[in-house]
Nanobody
Framework: QVQLVESGGGLVQAGGSLSLSCAASTRTFSMYKISWFRQAPGKEREFVATEWSGGRKFYADSVKGRFTISRDNAKNTVTLQMNSLKPEDTAVYYC?????????????WGQGTQVTVSS
């Protein structure tokens, strides 16, 4: 069982920045794929960013160039640096961990952290 705890959400004005952190309670953190997702009110949950082993990073088109994901396997954390925030970035942000790098399935989810961007 892996527990994920997100932190760093809050209220920010458009154009501002926030840094989200996801801390995982597992000694085998490096074996899990970790990604960020978000869900806005009335919308489906959507993928935001992920970093694969080896350092390859993938982003949703809507956040490319503004968000940066980074993982620290020594500290069991994944951060999401969000710059140039827009009102449409308002959502609950979740980190998720998956045991299989070959599938799109995620086995563990955090409780989420609210990000609100005011215009």
């Amino acid at each position: 069982q892996v527990q994920l705890v997100e932190s760093g959400g809050g209220l920010v004005q458009a154009g501002g920045s926030l840094s989200l952190s996801c801390a995982a309670s597992t000694r085998t953190f490096s074996m899990y794929k970790i990604s960020w997702f978000r869900q806005a009110p009335g919308k489906e949950r959507e993928f935001v960013a992920t970093e694969w082993s080896g350092g390859r990073k993938f982003y949703a088109d809507s956040v490319k160039g503004r968000f940066t994901i980074s993982r620290d396997n020594a500290k069991n954390t994944v951060t999401l640096q969000m710059n140039s925030l827009k009102p449409e970035d308002t959502a609950v942000y979740y980190c998720a961990a998956g045991e299989s790098w070959a599938s799109e399935k995620y086995d563990y989810w955090g409780q989420g952290t609210q990000v609100t961007v005011s215009s």
